[in-house]
């Protein structure tokens, strides 16, 4: 099993910023793919971001395309998610998953932080 725990959320102002985290425990971090999701009211879970095991390949949404930054410290075992530009598109809840190297599909999410954007 893996535990994430997301941190972070909040209530921000159009055009600000902030950096969200999730610290994993349970299994070894490296072997997992991280990434972040979100949902908004009424709408479904979308992928904006994720990272493969060591930071060597990223992957970002086209929505979030150049204003979220996901990153990792294996050495910490946490994931990232700075988000910069902040629109009130972004209120949503952010959440965190765990892909294993043999999973085709998310297989650990934590709680998930809220992040609502005022304009």
């Known amino acids: 099993q893996v535990q994430l725990v997301e941190s972070g959320g909040g209530l921000v102002q159009a055009g600000g910023s902030l950096r969200l985290s999730c610290a994993a425990s349970?299994?070894?971090?490296?072997?997992?793919?991280m990434g972040w999701f979100r949902q908004a009211p009424g709408k479904e879970r979308e992928l904006v971001a994720d990272?493969?095991?060591?930071?060597?390949?990223?992957y970002y949404g086209d929505s979030v395309q150049g204003r979220f930054a996901i990153s990792r410290d294996n050495a910490k075992n946490t994931v990232y998610l700075q988000i910069n530009s902040l629109k009130p598109d972004d209120t949503a809840v952010y959440y965190c998953?765990?892909?294993?190297?043999?999973?085709?599909?998310?297989?650990?999410w934590g709680q998930g932080t809220q992040v609502t954007v005022s304009s």
């Open positions: 990272i493969r095991y060591s930071g060597e390949l990223v």
């Open positions: 349970g299994r070894t971090f490296s072997n997992y793919v």
């Open positions: 998953a765990a892909k294993g190297r043999a999973s085709l599909q998310w297989d650990y």
